[in-house]
């Protein structure tokens, strides 16, 4: 099992940043495959971006393609979403998991281990 704790929400006004940090605990390694998630109030969790952290390699949702950017610090267990350019439609819960796939990609089914999130709120 492993445990995942994410920090780094708050709230920022319209085309601002926030970092979030997601540090994994227990039998990490062989979750290679670490995805950010978000909830909006009423609103199905939709994928964010994955990061196939042996390598590096990432994917995006369309939606935050060109503002976002995942990374990993692999030696810390951490993994980080820099949010930049932020928008009222990116305001929602932001959740950090983990999984041990075939295949890495921010589509939830794959994911099997999940923090708690963390609240992101962009408004005026």
């Known amino acids: 099992q492993v445990q995942l704790v994410e920090s780094g929400g708050g709230s920022v006004q319209p085309g601002g940043s926030l970092r979030l940090s997601c540090v994994a605990s227990g039998n990490t390694a062989s979750r290679t495959c670490m995805g950010w998630f978000r909830q909006a109030p009423g609103k199905e969790r939709e994928g964010v971006a994955s990061?196939?952290?042996?390598?590096?390699?990432?994917n995006y949702a369309d939606s935050v393609k060109g503002r976002f950017t995942i990374s990993r610090d692999s030696a810390q267990n951490m993994v980080y979403l820099q949010m930049n350019s932020l928008k009222p439609e990116d305001t929602a819960t932001y959740y950090c998991a983990a999984a041990s796939p075939v295949y890495c990609y921010f589509t939830e089914s794959l994911f099997r281990d999940w923090g708690q999130g963390t609240q992101v709120t962009v408004s005026a």
């Open positions: 990061i196939y952290t042996p390598i590096g390699s990432t």
